[in-house]
């Protein structure tokens, strides 16, 4: 069923409210096909929706947002690894510890990234070390002209830190509707992240047995006690993609600011944007309704349940003193809308 003039403030976790013009709840493959005909027919731009945790709402949406709601998880363990496939309306955090609870590895790393099974491939997610593309097998998604189910291989989907081809080349094009994964037998524990290797020395655990469902819990509580929860402070996660930077302008910065926090990545070097943006001085600091946490300065809140404007008035500050300091662009991470 199509409701009209919709606010969107809980459909998204940094609880801005902004009104779409239509709003559908989509259940079945055929009850997506209606929906897109629907806006066809009105030439409406379409908003999929997730659990709404990687969006910026600016203003109202004056075009049809459409909930994925398909439902539907099949496991089939095999030794540590074994296949899923799942409905885009699963939640993530509930497939990753389906896995897990099944003695699976591959996916612990990603415990407690919220949203929707159908939104992990858009960003690529990715935490601690593991992106979704290590376990990707195949996406299923419905193009949005046609109605028409297509396949997508991981070489379709041209994965990338944050990226895919749904936010490039093919973006507004399709709805996924089906995300497939392999994890392999011969698992091996991932956890070089510092912080994962200072909790497993605080709970004294032998590296050479660490399981799953071990390093799951560390995952988690790690998040828990540097992350604030939407549903009590309302944020997108990382606002800020951690910029790419080439070695010469690493070994400039990092000769100005030894203490510099970054990794190695493929030829380049990835600067720690939380670290860029709280030596700017931003960590902490509010902005009339909206600021930035003062535990991760990567986590833009909206504790006054500001507007998109004044979302993006605090970011494009951010992003502009980091600039003036450090000569680096800050990229943000959520889409906005509209
Ligand atoms: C507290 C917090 C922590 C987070 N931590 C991480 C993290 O560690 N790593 C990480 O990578 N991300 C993280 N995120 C970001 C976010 O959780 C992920 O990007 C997640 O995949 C978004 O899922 P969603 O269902 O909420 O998507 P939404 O916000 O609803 O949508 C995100 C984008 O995907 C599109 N989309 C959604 N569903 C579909 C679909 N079925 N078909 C086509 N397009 C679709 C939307 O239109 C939008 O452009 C975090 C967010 C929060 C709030």
């Known amino acids: ?18 009104n779409t013009a239509f709003f559908a709840r989509v259940e079945t493959l055929d009850e997506l096909r209606e929906a897109l005909s629907f806006a066809q027919q009105k030439r409406l731009p379409i908003l999929p929706l997730g659990g709404g945790s990687n969006i910026v709402l600016t203003g109202d949406f004056p075009g049809l947002a459409i909930q994925v709601g398909l439902r539907g ?52 997610i990715g935490a601690y070390g593991v992106e979704l593309c290590d376990f990707f097998c195949s996406l299923q998604a419905m193009e949005i002209s046609t ?13 990338d830190y944050r990226d895919s081809v749904f936010k490039g080349r093919l973006r507004d094009q399709f709805i996924i509707t089906q995300v497939n994964l392999r994890l392999e037998q011969d698992w091996q524990p991932r956890v070089a992240y510092p912080a994962l290797q200072q909790f497993i020395g605080q709970q004294g655990w032998d590296c050479d047995s660490l399981t799953p469902a071990q390093i799951a819990a560390a995952v988690i509580d790690i998040r828990n006690s540097k992350l604030p929860l939407p549903d009590q402070i309302p944020n997108a996660g990382s606002f800020f993609k951690n910029p790419v930077v080439n070695a ?5 910065l990092k000769s100005a600011h030894p203490d510099l926090v970054a990794y190695a990545s493929g030829e380049g070097w990835k600067l720690a944007a939380g670290w860029l943006i709280d030596r700017a001085g931003w960590r902490g600091r509010r902005q009339e ?28 500050a951010i992003a502009s003193d980091v600039q003036d300091k450090f000569g680096v662009t800050l990229e943000p991470e959520p889409r906005y809308y509209p």
């Open 289 to 316: 309704a909206v600021g930035v946490h003062h535990q991760q300065a990567l986590v833009l809140v909206n504790p006054g349940r500001g507007c998109g404007d004044d979302v993006t008035r605090l970011a494009r």
């Open 73 to 124: 998880l099949t496991i089939t363990p095999n030794g540590r690894g074994g296949t899923i496939e799942a409905a885009a309306g699963e939640e993530w955090h509930q497939l990753v510890m389906s896995t897990v609870e099944q003695g699976m590895g591959g996916l612990e790393n990603l415990a407690l990234i919220p949203g929707k099974v159908g939104a992990a491939p858009i960003q690529n």
């Open 1 to 18: 069923m199509i409701e009209v003039n919709i606010d969107l403030q809980p459909h998204n976790t940094l609880a801005i409210s902004a």
């Open 248 to 252: 010469d302008i690493y070994q400039n």
């Open 147 to 159: 109605g028409a189910l297509h396949n997508f291989s991981v070489s379709d989907c041209e994965f």
